[in-house]
């Protein structure tokens, strides 16, 4: 039982490249979100999906796109990097569809836009 | 807008003291919850406690929750060297459907051995 993965770990880009983050969890949850930490910011919630085939949009959903197409997997993609989106980008899911239990954390992505 | 707005934003205490960290947040909740980030990690949760709870223990770990107030409170007791970390709440609006849970800033806590 592997909890939440994300992949990769770390990433670099170029201003206006593309790129998925990939995250996966092995818990069967139907609530999976995703967000994005910088200094002095806390986390702030970029989307978040109660499960397969139904996304919504969190605090900051500009730059970003989200899919769910299997319960397992929630994939975050930034269609045209820019310098304002390097961050720390953490998946989540919970057990609770409503999102109002416990959430558990990947790792995370260290993502630098350049 | 954050939710929840931890304070104090840093804590330096020595081993064996307390160390308590506050929250407020702005609109009714259905619960609120604490989570914990060591370095350069992900969040752990820690604790939830519903809005019809006042007080709820855990360990070292006791919270409160004063909705009058929309006010929480994390005390750990006792603390050691490896609960030097940062902590969060975590709230999410009581409006019935799906939540938004939302994260405050931060309380980073140092613990000197």
């Known amino acids: 039982n592997a909890g939440v993965t994300q992949t990769p770990k770390f990433q670099v880009l170029k201003t206006g490249q593309s790129m998925t983050l990939q995250c996966a969890q092995d818990m069967n949850h139907e609530y999976m979100s995703w967000y994005r930490q910088d200094p002095g910011m806390g986390l702030r919630l970029i989307h978040y999906?109660?499960?397969?085939?139904?996304?919504d949009q969190g605090e900051v959903p500009n730059g970003y796109n989200v899919s769910r197409s299997t319960t397992e997997d929630f994939p975050l993609r930034l269609l045209s990097a820019a310098p304002s989106q390097t961050s720390v980008y953490f998946c989540?899911?919970?057990?609770?569809?409503?999102?109002?239990?416990?959430?558990?954390f990947g790792a995370g992505t260290r993502l630098s836009v350049l | 807008s954050q939710q929840g707005e931890e304070d104090p934003q840093a804590l330096s205490i020595q081993e064996g003291e307390n160390a308590t960290m506050n929250c407020s947040y702005k609109t009714s909740i259905n619960n609120l919850q604490w989570y914990r980030q060591n370095s350069g990690r992900g969040l752990v949760h820690l604790i939830l406690?519903?809005?019809?709870?006042r007080e709820k223990h855990s360990g070292r770990l006791r919270v409160t929750l004063d909705t009058s107030k929309k006010s929480s409170s994390l005390l750990i007791t006792a603390s050691r060297a490896a609960d030097t970390a940062s902590y969060f709440c975590a709230t999410g609006p009581n409006s019935g459907g799906y939540q938004k849970v939302t994260f405050g800033t931060g309380t980073k806590l140092q613990v000197i051995p």
């Open positions: 999906s109660v499960g397969a085939g139904i996304t």
């Open positions: 406690i519903r809005s019809n709870e």
């Open positions: 989540a899911s919970s057990p609770d569809r409503t999102g109002r239990s416990i959430q558990y």
